[in-house]
C-alpha cells in the first residue's frame, strides 16, 4: 500500500522544531533516528513497523470508496504523491520518497509557507494536472 502520505507527515513531524511529542512508538522513532546518516534512519522505520501501522489507520478510515481504487505497485510512480518541505539552517528542503536524497530549493526568503508556495506554483506551471492538496503544520494563532 503506497505510504507516501505517511512518510511526508513523519518527515513534517521530526523536522519540526520543538514539538511536544507523547512518550509511544513516533517519540521513540524520532528519538533514535537523530543525527543518524539518511539510510541508518530509514532502516528504523522497518524496525517500528510502519507499513503495518500505516495499513491499519488507512483500513480504519471512514473511506470506503476509497478502499476500491486500486493503489499502484511500490515500484510505479503514481501520477501524484505526497511531499514534505522542511526548513533545514535556512535552507527549503523538499522530502520525497520518489528522489534518493532531500530536493535542495534554496535559501527561505521571507518566512517557510511563501518559500513553500513559490515551489508549489512552480510545480504546479510546470505539469497539464494540478489536482494537489496542501497541507500546513503552523503554529496556532492567538
Avoid: Y
Avoid at 504523491?81 to 521571507?110: C, Y
Wanted: glycine content about 6%; some cysteine.
Amino acid at each position: 500500500m503506497n505510504q507516501c502520505g505517511t512518510m511526508a507527515l513523519l518527515h513534517s513531524l521530526a523536522n519540526t522544531p520543538n514539538l511536544p511529542f507523547r512518550d509511544g512508538p513516533i517519540k521513540t522513532l524520532f528519538e533514535e533516528c537523530k543525527g543518524l546518516p539518511m539510510d541508518e534512519a530509514a532502516e528504523k522505520l522497518d524496525i517500528v513497523d510502519i507499513s503495518a501501522a500505516h495499513t491499519a489507520a488507512a483500513l480504519s478510515g471512514q473511506s470506503e470508496a476509497r478502499l476500491s481504487v486500486p493503489t499502484p505497485p511500490d515500484d510505479v510512480h503514481p501520477d501524484g504523491g505526497f511531499s514534505a518541505f522542511v526548513s533545514q539552517n535556512g535552507q527549503l528542503v523538499e522530502l520525497d520518497g520518489w528522489n534518493d536524497a532531500p530536493l535542495l530549493h534554496g535559501p527561505i526568503q521571507r518566512d517557510l509557507i511563501h518559500s513553500v508556495l513559490e515551489v508549489v506554483k512552480e510545480i504546479a506551471e510546470s505539469k497539464q494536472d494540478i489536482r494537489f492538496t496542501v497541507l500546513a503544520l503552523a503554529p496556532a494563532t492567538q
